[in-house]
């Protein structure tokens, strides 16, 4: 029988970031419904290989569904949120409409429904380094926690809305939460979105076959599992806060050379395999000192070395296990 007083509901959590925060507090024994529009739960088992542990609760869930989601936070007793559920970069742009339903009107309804549900649910929702728009926009390229807004793409200016949304909440009905923007994941499970070449680099690699990533200049890279452990650590941080904090998420820079270098180091010979394209990503990759370890305490951040080799050994283990095939550029 669970003994945690927490109960986490977790949306998203088909995703990648949302596979690792449902095995990551199944690991500490909290007790966690995991949702998600689609049941197909693959990237939870490619990060749980070798790992006889427990199950979700899952549940299937549309955050477009106001009515559903209010019931499931009201009905599962939630104490916490980690709001993930959304559609990335190309797919916001392939279909805007749809693109805003899901990311603006879904957080709306999480909202919402932590009002309805009353106490002091804990909220750490997904914003995204794309708030910032492009680097030149800010001074040296150097964003802050709170630096100016200026999103330039639908997906962008749909996080910036959220992260408002947040503040309307806390200022009218006393809502705690924190938004955090990551700004390039990498690890197992992160195979989509425009950012998820480093990543699908590493798995084409550890399979021996050449990859493309579609860009080059510098990155910030956090690691999947991290980069969970502070969306969990925000959401206990937010519970009765009141307040709405916007936070960067730290993580390494380092050029797509250089990355290659590293997986290089991991897999001998592998660097041939790995070209680029040669035109920046329009993303910032300079952090002036994040805020978030004052606002939620200690969250790791592996050196990328480290996230790198065991990236790639995971991708060994699996491909050799038959859970993922190598995707191409
Ligand atoms: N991965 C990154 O580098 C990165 C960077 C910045 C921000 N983010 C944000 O973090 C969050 C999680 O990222 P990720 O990499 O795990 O994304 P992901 O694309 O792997 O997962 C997103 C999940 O949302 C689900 N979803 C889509 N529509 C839904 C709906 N209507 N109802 C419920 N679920 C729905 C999808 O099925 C998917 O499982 C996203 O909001 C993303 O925008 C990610």
Redesign the pocket.
Known sequence: MPTSPERFLV??A?????AWAVRLLLDEGVPVVA????PDLRRFELISQGQAGQQPDFAT????SARDVAALVADRGITHVVH?????LPFCAADPPLGAM?NVV?TVNVFEAIRAAGGPIGLAL?????VFGKPGGHPAGVVADNSPLLPDSFYGVY?AANEGTAKAYSAQHGIGSIAL?????YGLG?D??M?SDPTKAMLATAAGVPFRIKFSGSMLLTYAPDCARAFIASARAAAGSGEAVSLNVPGHRVSVPALAGLIEDVLPGSGRLITWDDHPLPVPSVLAAPAIHDAVGPVPNIPLAEGVRETVKGFQDALAAGLVSPMPS
């Open positions: 949306t998203g088909a995703g990648c970031i949302g949702t998600d529009l689609s869930l549309d955050v477009t993930l559920a959304g559609l990335q899901v879904g997904a914003s995204s380094a794309a996080k923007r990551p700004f390039i994941v992160r989509q979105g950012t």
